[in-house]
């Protein structure tokens, strides 16, 4: 709205001409009520007289009563029907009262009858802004920006429209503008440090929110810009510093609790987070940003029961809203319901609202699910909603690497993709960008590669060199002091997310927990999951110190360089966020991997990967970035499952009882397209012979199932084999039924290209032939290489067609399959309870350190 000018109009009679010069002088004195008088005065006078009809509209609009406004400065458009002012302030009046399409078209008349009236030009932004339409409100704003860059209103509609269409720099540009022409406007300081942010330039957004805090040193909004800022730069102290003198100082600002609650959720203290997170919602329950950080944290936590139940009361406030459906996505998500995880994201993306977090959401569930395409398309949009997310840009990365493939060339394609968008994200990590990386690294990896039946060294390596870089910026200096001279205790740290049962803990851990000598090895414990269980209790008793208590990456780090260990273990690294990250700062003087996740990590702070003689082929040491332990035989000390065993009901699980049983119970994604013609060979024996079943294990991500048994179902068309004949899918059993169908089945059928060790040995456990592929890798050698060991090498193959020879052997020939059966029970009891790997890893680590033996262990 502008101040009332000189009248325009062709002037009217003198005694009325001078009362309106009077009136518009008493107006712009603020002496509205003299101000109306006169101008009624002149229009009574003159009647329909534009300038005073026109400006007691503005007098009513400058009182709130828009009605009346409207009604005025219609009348006087009677009279000049293209005066810019008078159709820019009618437009302010639709504006206020909420009548924003009306509004627009007023605005768009003001700047077509004068393309350089900036206060129209800038109204015309800002109702396309209230409107939802702040793309289309750039050009306006610009134009009126153009022609008043010191208006402190404009800059801050301009500036938020370019952050809201993701112009960073754009905005960086207005906003440094802004503060060359207002020095002193703090606010005008808090937009720069917002959009220096956006922009990816964190330490001038710093500079921005302390120039702002200089002149209003107690602004919430600023002390979060800082927060923020310090956090990206790396400084999660001074950032927690900047968050909590936010709340300390606004104790009742709900954005203030919010911005709190969303670093502390990042940094993983999320009991934190969630208390200050109910705060920000219950100081503002419709601030959906803190509704939805909320749900997140109780999902982090491992609530998320509590998160749905908060997720469906939001909703029920606001149905079908995106925050609201994307909250209960995520819950759902956690609960790895992903079926309905992905409907629900599908629904929120396509809402208004939705964000940069709702596409990286969606992206997630759709590649738990298998539809890695479609994913990376989401994470794609991720990037163009918020360019300064670094999770959503190694999930684009990383979402090259499928679960599932159709042919051999996907594959390869696949991997040359993922080396291209590798390279790309190691540009967009620069120095600057490093502190906001470190969210990134872990929040999705390169875990697929492993199955692909290829070297990995060298596009892991390079990943690895930026995992390291981004993460040496959050690496803590350790204790420092002198080291005791002569023999001693090696302190060993074990830091693993699965302390628990599991694969990994069965397969590897345990046995170095339970039977390091500890007259030699001082064993620290750094349990970095929550989940527990008997297992767990067990561990807290065998190591000399149990760590559990930190909550946060900074925490965790720390704890380990005060342990001041001699080396450090990762059982696995590339399945869990947190062992990454931690894995790629140098916490320790060697620190080594070993095969939980059975390839090299590529990274340049281990040292050392702990494999097995027995798994590895002669040219192994050069498939790994850091230096190969091959332990003897197996390298590990396991111990058998021993269930109590639960005969199976065979025609409840859809099988026959009179027919051989091929189990395959790999997971879906183990199923590689090279496998597929060795499995056709086999069902088509078995089709030929009238009797057998190869039988999957359905996953619980029911849709990788489903592409894979599409996949084979064309392959085996292809070989001319019936599928439904000869191929049964079953529920994923619990461990007693598994060994209970063992027990019945004809043979196990190990999966070409990445082996299972853990059922193999189950298997073997039951007496139960297993047919196992012998690959390059040490990952394909995980149940040959047991075979191997206890001299069974009539079951390992080397090539499709004996693979396929061995199986259908087994099937035709009973007495070699009931010879088999006697072999390995008379020689299985070799696999388990082995210590001599353990003597073995603790010389290396002694070698490998340099630390003196302290002499004979004793037991």
């Given at each position: 709205?502008?101040?009332?000018?000189?009248?325009?109009?062709?002037?009217?009679?003198?005694?009325?001409?001078?009362?309106?010069?009077?009136?518009?002088?008493?107006?712009?004195?603020?002496?509205?009520?003299?101000?109306?008088?006169?101008?009624?005065?002149?229009?009574?006078?003159?009647?329909?007289?534009?300038?005073?009809?026109?400006?007691?509209?503005?007098?009513?609009?400058?009182?709130?009563?828009?009605?009346?406004?409207?009604?005025?400065?219609?009348?006087?458009?009677?009279?000049?029907?293209?005066?810019?002012?008078?159709?820019?302030?009618?437009?302010?009046?639709?504006?206020?009262?909420?009548?924003?399409?009306?509004?627009?078209?007023?605005?768009?008349?003001?700047?077509?009858?004068?393309?350089?009236?900036?206060?129209?030009?800038?109204?015309?932004?800002?109702?396309?802004?209230?409107?939802?339409?702040?793309?289309?409100?750039?050009?306006?704003?610009?134009?009126?920006?153009?022609?008043?860059?010191?208006?402190?209103?404009?800059?801050?509609?301009?500036?938020?429209?370019?952050?809201?269409?993701?112009?960073?720099?754009?905005?960086?540009?207005?906003?440094?503008?802004?503060?060359?022409?207002?020095?002193?406007?703090?606010?005008?300081?808090?937009?720069?440090?917002?959009?220096?942010?956006?922009?990816?330039?964190?330490?001038?957004?710093?500079?921005?929110?302390?120039?702002?805090?200089?002149?209003?040193?107690?602004?919430?909004?600023?002390?979060?810009?800082?927060?923020?800022?310090?956090?990206?730069?790396?400084?999660?102290?001074?950032?927690?510093?900047?968050?909590?003198?936010?709340?300390?100082?606004?104790?009742?600002?709900?954005?203030?609790?919010?911005?709190?609650?969303?670093?502390?959720?990042e940094q993983g203290d999320h009991d934190a987070a969630i208390e200050h997170?109910?705060?920000?919602?219950?100081?503002?329950?419709?601030?959906?940003?803190?509704?939805?950080?909320?749900?997140?944290?109780?999902?982090?936590?491992?609530?998320?029961?509590?998160?749905?139940?908060?997720?469906?009361?939001?909703?029920?406030?606001?149905?079908?809203s995106a925050a609201a459906l994307a909250m209960q996505a995520s819950a759902?998500?956690?609960?790895?319901?992903?079926?309905?995880?992905?409907?629900?994201?599908?629904?929120?993306?396509?809402?208004?609202?939705?964000?940069?977090?709702?596409?990286?959401?969606?992206?997630?569930?759709?590649?738990?699910?298998?539809?890695?395409?479609?994913?990376?398309?989401?994470?794609?949009?991720?990037?163009?909603?918020?360019?300064?997310?670094?999770?959503?840009?190694?999930?684009?990365?990383?979402?090259?690497?499928?679960?599932?493939?159709?042919?051999?060339?996907?594959?390869?394609?696949?991997?040359?993709?993922?080396?291209?968008?590798?390279?790309?994200?190691?540009?967009?990590?620069?120095?600057?960008?490093?502190?906001?990386?470190?969210?990134?690294?872990?929040?999705?990896?390169?875990?697929?590669?492993?199955?692909?039946?290829?070297?990995?060294?060298?596009?892991?390596?390079?990943?690895?060199?930026?995992?390291?870089?981004?993460?040496?910026?959050?690496?803590?200096?350790?204790?420092?002091?002198?080291?005791?001279?002569?023999?001693?205790?090696?302190?060993?740290?074990?830091?693993?997310?699965?302390?628990?049962?599991?694969?990994?803990?069965?397969?590897?851990?345990?046995?170095?927990?339970?039977?390091?000598?500890?007259?030699?090895?001082?064993?620290?414990?750094?349990?970095?999951?929550?989940?527990?269980?008997?297992?767990?209790?067990?561990?807290?008793?065998?190591?000399?110190?149990?760590?559990?208590?930190?909550?946060?990456?900074?925490?965790?780090?720390?704890?380990?360089?005060?342990?001041?260990?001699?080396?450090?273990?990762?059982?696995?690294?590339?399945?869990?966020?947190?062992?990454?990250?931690?894995?790629?700062?140098?916490?320790?003087?060697?620190?080594?991997?070993?095969?939980?996740?059975?390839?090299?990590?590529?990274?340049?702070?281990?040292?050392?990967?702990?494999?097995?003689?027995?798994?590895?082929?002669?040219?192994?040491?050069?498939?790994?970035?850091?230096?190969?332990?091959?332990?003897?035989?197996?390298?590990?000390?396991?111990?058998?499952?021993?269930?109590?065993?639960?005969?199976?009901?065979?025609?409840?699980?859809?099988?026959?009882?009179?027919?051989?049983?091929?189990?395959?119970?790999?997971?879906?994604?183990?199923?590689?397209?090279?496998?597929?013609?060795?499995?056709?060979?086999?069902?088509?024996?078995?089709?030929?012979?009238?009797?057998?079943?190869?039988?999957?294990?359905?996953?619980?991500?029911?849709?990788?199932?489903?592409?894979?048994?599409?996949?084979?179902?064309?392959?085996?068309?292809?070989?001319?084999?019936?599928?439904?004949?000869?191929?049964?899918?079953?529920?994923?059993?619990?461990?007693?039924?598994?060994?209970?169908?063992?027990?019945?089945?004809?043979?196990?059928?190990?999966?070409?290209?990445?082996?299972?060790?853990?059922?193999?040995?189950?298997?073997?456990?039951?007496?139960?032939?297993?047919?196992?592929?012998?690959?390059?890798?040490?990952?394909g050698r995980l149940a040959s290489g047991p075979l191997r060991y206890l001299?069974?090498?009539?079951?390992?193959?080397?090539?499709?067609?004996?693979?396929?020879?061995?199986?259908?052997?087994?099937?035709?020939?009973?007495?070699?399959?009931?010879?088999?059966?006697?072999?390995?029970?008379?020689?299985?009891?070799?696999?388990?309870?082995?210590?001599?790997?353990?003597?073995?890893?603790?010389?290396?680590?002694?070698?490998?350190?340099?630390?003196?033996?302290?002499?004979?262990?004793?037991?």
């Open positions: 709205m502008l101040p009332p000018q000189r009248p325009t109009q062709k002037a009217p009679p003198s005694a009325a001409a001078a009362q309106l010069n009077q009136a518009v002088a008493l107006h712009q004195a603020g002496r509205l009520d003299e101000a109306e008088a006169l101008y009624r005065q002149v229009v009574q006078q003159v009647p329909g007289q534009f300038d005073a009809t026109h400006l007691l509209g503005v007098i009513a609009l400058q009182r709130g009563d828009l009605a009346a406004a409207e009604s005025l400065i219609v009348q006087a458009l009677v009279a000049k029907p293209r005066d810019a002012g008078a159709l820019n302030n009618l437009g302010t009046a639709l504006m206020r009262a909420q009548r924003l399409d009306e509004a627009r078209e007023q605005f768009e008349r003001a700047v077509k009858a004068q393309p350089t009236f900036a206060d129209a030009q800038s109204n015309l932004g800002n109702v396309l802004r209230q409107m939802g339409r702040a793309a289309d409100s750039v050009v306006p704003l610009k134009r009126a920006f153009a022609a008043n860059a010191k208006s402190a209103e404009i800059a801050a509609l301009l500036g938020a429209s370019l952050l809201d269409t993701g112009d960073g720099r754009g905005a960086v540009a207005v906003f440094e503008t802004a503060v060359k022409a207002r020095p002193r406007d703090a606010h005008a300081w808090l937009n720069l440090a917002v959009a220096s942010l956006m922009a990816g330039n964190a330490k001038r957004a710093l500079e921005a929110a302390d120039a702002s805090l200089a002149i209003a040193p107690d602004d919430v909004k600023a002390l979060g810009a800082r927060g923020r800022a310090l956090a990206a730069l790396g400084d999660a102290a001074g950032a927690r510093a900047a968050f909590a003198q936010g709340v300390r100082g606004a104790p009742e600002d709900a954005v203030a609790q919010h911005n709190y609650g969303v670093f502390l959720r997170l109910r705060n920000a919602v219950r100081l503002d329950p419709a601030l959906m940003a803190a509704h939805e950080a909320l749900v997140g944290a109780l999902a982090d936590s491992g609530r998320a029961d509590e998160a749905m139940r908060h997720g469906q009361s939001f909703a029920g406030a606001h149905p079908d759902h998500f956690v609960q790895d319901r992903i079926e309905e995880a992905v409907e629900l994201y599908r629904r929120a993306v396509a809402a208004k609202g939705a964000d940069a977090a709702m596409f990286l959401g969606y992206g997630n569930a759709l590649f738990a699910a298998g539809n890695a395409t479609e994913a990376t398309q989401q994470y794609a949009r991720a990037v163009e909603l918020d360019p300064q997310d670094s999770r959503a840009r190694f999930a684009l990365a990383m979402s090259h690497l499928r679960p599932i493939y159709d042919d051999a060339a996907q594959m390869e394609a696949s991997r040359r993709a993922f080396a291209r968008a590798l390279s790309e994200l190691d540009g967009w990590l620069t120095p600057a960008r490093a502190g906001a990386g470190v969210l990134g690294v872990g929040s999705a990896q390169p875990f697929y590669l492993a199955y692909h039946p290829v070297d990995g060294r060298a596009m892991l390596a390079s990943y690895g060199k930026t995992a390291a870089r981004v993460m040496a910026g959050a690496t803590p200096r350790a204790a420092a002091g002198a080291e005791p001279a002569g023999a001693r205790k090696l302190r060993v740290g074990i830091a693993a997310a699965q302390v628990r049962e599991h694969s990994v803990w069965s397969a590897i851990t345990q046995g170095w927990v339970r039977h390091f000598d500890r007259e030699r090895i001082e064993l620290t414990v750094f349990k970095l999951e929550r989940a527990s269980d008997d297992e767990t209790a067990r561990a807290r008793r065998d190591a000399h110190a149990f760590v559990d208590a930190p909550t946060t990456l900074a925490g965790w780090a720390q704890a380990i360089a005060d342990a001041r260990l001699d080396v450090l273990i990762y059982p696995e690294i590339g399945m869990h966020p947190l062992t990454t990250r931690l894995a790629a700062m140098r916490l320790a003087p060697v620190q080594a991997a070993s095969w939980g996740h059975a390839q090299t990590t590529g990274l340049p702070t281990i040292d050392l990967f702990i494999s097995a003689q027995a798994l590895e082929p002669a040219a192994g040491a050069a498939h790994y970035s850091e230096r190969l332990v091959a332990l003897p035989r197996l390298g590990v000390c396991i111990q058998p499952v021993q269930p109590a065993v639960i005969a199976p009901d065979l025609a409840a699980l859809g099988l026959p009882a009179n027919e051989p049983l091929l189990l395959c119970p790999g997971t879906p994604f183990k199923y590689t397209p090279q496998g597929d013609a060795a499995l056709a060979a086999i069902a088509a024996r078995l089709q030929a012979r009238g009797a057998g079943r190869l039988v999957f294990f359905r996953s619980h991500r029911a849709a990788m199932s489903a592409q894979i048994e599409q996949r084979m179902r064309r392959s085996f068309a292809q070989a001319g084999v019936d599928y439904d004949r000869t191929v049964a899918w079953v529920p994923t059993l619990n461990r007693g039924r598994f060994f209970g169908l063992m027990q019945r089945a004809t043979a196990m059928l190990d999966t070409i290209g990445f082996s299972g060790f853990n059922t193999a040995l189950q298997a073997l456990e039951c007496d139960l032939p297993v047919v196992a592929f012998e690959g390059e890798f040490m990952r001299g069974l090498d009539e079951l390992v193959a080397t090539t499709a067609d004996e693979f396929a020879g061995i199986a259908l052997r087994l099937v035709e020939d009973a007495a070699w399959h009931a010879h088999l059966e006697r072999e390995i029970a008379q020689r299985r009891h070799a696999l388990f309870f082995d210590q001599a790997p353990v003597r073995a890893l603790e010389d290396a680590l002694f070698e490998a350190t340099g630390v003196a033996k302290p002499g004979p262990h004793a037991r």
